[in-house]
């Protein structure tokens, strides 16, 4: 009797083991997808699906910021290797993005979760509003001081980190609408600053709490998968249609937030 006990919990928990497995890759391989595509981290997906498997908001933006490390370096060789990638401009605010994220595991540590994705709605709002109301697609690409972009990149990498989002986010509708970058080329740089950010994350996460390396470096290895996907979709379809798409894609994280944090939150 005890042995059949015995027995029954084990295949329970193995069941339970693998079937959790299979959520986390799949969950992998549909966020590196968008992640590739769109030119984020992931985080923007990642979070609110994991919040839904009944994660707590600080464990799954630790879990974020691990899938986002892979998703964005595998993302970023693909694009450099395609030549959509400006690495140049990128570097500037990559190197601001990565000291600012080195501060968000601390802010993360001493914000509540209400007022962290309060800070993840806003940041949509953004977002959505910046790359609806895109001026003209054919008006010259600006120069920015130097300066500029790093100051740029110090504060999106401080406030999305903190968040659990790469950067991505917030800094394909900054180059689109203010700086005129052409929406492929954004693309491929905001996946570019992830690199930055997410790194910078994962030090200053670990640093001030505890990380699921586990849940992580699964999903992360899952992702690589997607984001060859993502950005083999990206290079294919036209960029109106991407522009949509990126439209859509922020209105449902909008619709989202507002109906976890103000309906039934």
Do not use: C, W
Request: hydrophobic content about 55%; charged content about 10%.
């Amino acid at each position: 009797m005890i042995l059949t006990h015995v027995r029954y919990n084990y295949y329970k928990v193995y069941i339970e083991y693998n079937s959790k497995m299979i959520e986390l890759i799949l969950l992998g391989i549909s966020v590196g997808t968008l992640s590739g595509f769109f030119g984020i981290g992931g985080g923007t997906i990642i979070i609110p699906i994991l919040l839904m498997l009944g994660y707590a908001t600080k464990d799954a933006i630790g879990i974020s910021v691990i899938q986002m490390v892979f998703s964005s370096v595998y993302g970023s060789y693909l694009n450099n290797k395609n030549g959509s990638l400006d690495i140049k401009m990128v570097s500037i605010i990559g190197f601001g993005g990565f000291l600012g994220a080195l501060l968000s595991g601390f802010i993360t540590s001493s914000v509540d979760d209400a007022t962290l994705e309060i800070v993840f709605l806003v940041f949509a709002l953004f977002a959505l509003a910046r790359v609806f109301f895109n001026p003209n697609e054919n008006i010259n690409k600006e120069s920015v001081n130097i300066y500029a972009l790093f100051i740029i990149g110090f504060i999106i990498g401080a406030v999305s980190m903190s968040v659990g989002v790469g950067g991505g986010l917030i800094l394909i509708p900054i180059l689109i609408g203010f700086l005129h970058v052409e929406m492929k080329k954004a693309v491929s740089a905001g996946l570019f600053f992830v690199v930055f950010s997410s790194i910078a994350g994962l030090i200053s996460h670990g640093i001030s709490r505890d990380i699921d390396f586990n849940s992580g470096v699964i999903i992360g290895f899952a992702s690589l998968i997607g984001v060859y996907v993502g950005i083999l979709l990206k290079d294919k379809v036209k960029t109106k249609l991407q522009k949509i798409l990126l439209v859509g894609f922020y209105l449902l994280i909008v619709i989202y937030l507002i109906n976890r944090i103000f309906i039934n939150g």
